[in-house]
């Protein structure tokens, strides 16, 4: 079942914000609600446009951070960038504001766009609800901090300590659950996931269009 028109006196279409920590399997999550028809807009795939040459946002990086953040091509060093923030909260918070108001304005303008019963909105640093107004539910991909760190080893051949970094530079597990209205247990199989959100795709579509 495809999700169908909203009802006419929405505003904006049901929202659904996907969030979860590094390495908890988002992708696999969102991808198949793409699957099943749902429109996805990814706020990291937002944020690595606002920093393609040209832009504004990048312009305002090279200010904050140094001209040693670009290449010779004028591209975003963006492994370098990204240790620095693992390791510097300040620096971290700094990045936030450059690029987070803009993404938000972003995600509205895709949002509206929207017409489908509801949308996927993915937002892996969702710290509190208020910081998207859009959302109406949130869905968070949970997993155990170890089967993170385990994930982020294999995946970036990384070693135990700069997984542990990474993991500890965002959100925390407590704060993501406290504003979570779904929990998926992305711990198990990537079949048992694909069926959750076969559930979920049918609970968000009652929800959307209010039967």
Do not use: W
């Not at 169908?4 to 659904?16: I, L």
């Not at 040693?68 to 693992?86: A, N, Q, V, W, Y």
């Not at 959302?135 to 968070?140: C, F, G, K």
């Not at 970036?156 to 597990?173: M, P, T």
């Amino acid at each position: 079942m495809r999700p169908s028109s909203p009802p006419k006196d929405k505003h904006h279409p049901y929202t659904v914000a996907l969030t979860g920590g590094i390495a908890s399997g988002k992708t696999l999550v969102s991808d198949e609600f793409a699957r099943l028809g749902v429109p996805v807009i990814d706020t990291d795939v937002i944020a690595h446009r606002l920093v393609e040459p040209g832009q504004t946002a990048l312009k305002e990086i090279e200010q904050v951070f140094g001209a040693e953040m670009i290449d010779g091509s004028g591209r975003l060093r963006r492994s370098e960038l990204r240790s620095l923030i693992f390791s510097d909260p300040d620096k971290r918070k700094a990045l936030e504001s450059i690029l987070h108001p803009k993404i938000r304005l972003e995600a509205g303008k895709a949002i509206a766009k929207v017409t489908s019963a509801y949308c996927i909105l993915v937002i892996p640093l969702l710290a509190s609800r208020g910081a998207y107004p859009n959302v109406d539910r949130v869905l968070v991909v949970d997993v155990e901090p170890e089967t993170q760190i385990t994930r982020l080893m294999t995946r970036d051949k990384s070693d135990r300590k700069q997984a542990e970094k990474a993991l500890a530079s965002q959100v925390s597990r407590a704060q993501r659950l406290k504003i979570a209205d779904d929990i998926l247990d992305n711990s198990g199989s990537p079949k048992r996931a694909r069926q959750a959100v076969a559930q979920l795709h049918q609970k968000y579509l009652k929800l959307a269009l209010g039967v």
